[in-house]
T-cell receptor, first 116, second 109 residues
């Protein structure tokens, strides 16, 4: 149980284009989803908290106009990297929680984004 | 804001030796969770500790939560090559999880 599907697993795009990453909870309802960025051999950096039906809460230093988050249903959140640049190349991971402070986080497999 | 420090950053052991990683939070936590990330993979949930002073075991893994709910440790007894990976703690408070920097464990057969 508690499976989170993230798609695509990898994507290569040209500078200036936009990329959408999907995060789905397959067998539970995720009231809250989190988006992280992970650089090689580093920890997970929380980018934003996505709550179903409301605006995402972005962490300090994360541009909300560049990283658009939509959480329109209890099973789907999307992250769109707009006007991507090479410095946006990274590993993006989502996690979903069933709700409550004591609910564990279930992670997607991550998306390796390369911007050329 | 909340900060979670994790040490050591790297640990290289001989197979059969023990391993311990420590987490310390700048604030009192609601709970702490531990995750393992294999090279090239995504973090996988291991366990959650909620109560002050709580100790939980999973086979060769022992997890502890401090009395003040600000620190935690993960101890692996008699490491095996399958234990390799990066172990992250995540301190949870006010609905937000803050991850430590992780401890990367390598095991020499």
């Amino acid at each position: 149980g508690a499976v989170v599907s993230q798609h695509p697993s990898w994507v290569i795009c040209k500078s200036g284009t936009s990329v959408k990453i999907e995060c789905r909870s397959l067998d539970f309802q995720a009231t809250t989803m989190f988006w992280y960025r992970q650089f090689p051999k580093q920890s997970l950096m929380l980018m934003a908290t996505s709550n179903e039906g409301s605006k995402a809460t972005y962490e300090q230093g994360v541009e909300k106009d560049k990283f658009l988050i939509n959480h329109a249903s209890l099973t789907l959140s999307t992250l769109t990297v707009t006007s991507a640049h090479p410095e946006d190349s990274s590993f993006y991971i989502c996690s979903a929680s069933g709700g409550g402070n004591n609910s564990p986080l279930h992670f997607g497999n991550g998306t390796r984004l390369t911007v050329t | 804001g909340q900060q979670v420090m994790q040490i050591p950053q790297y640990q290289h052991v001989q197979e059969g030796e023990d391993f311990t990683t420590y987490c310390n939070s700048s604030t009192t936590l609601s709970n702490i969770q531990w995750y393992k990330q294999r090279p090239g993979g995504h973090p996988v949930f291991l366990i959650q500790l909620v109560k002050s002073g709580e100790v939980k075991k999973q086979k060769r893994l022992t997890f502890q939560f401090g009395e003040a709910k600000k620190n935690s440790s993960l101890h692996i007894t008699a490491t095996q090559t399958t234990d390799v990976g990066t172990y992250f703690c995540a301190g949870r408070n006010a609905g937000k999880s803050t991850f430590g920097d992780g401890t990367t464990l390598t095991v020499k057969p």
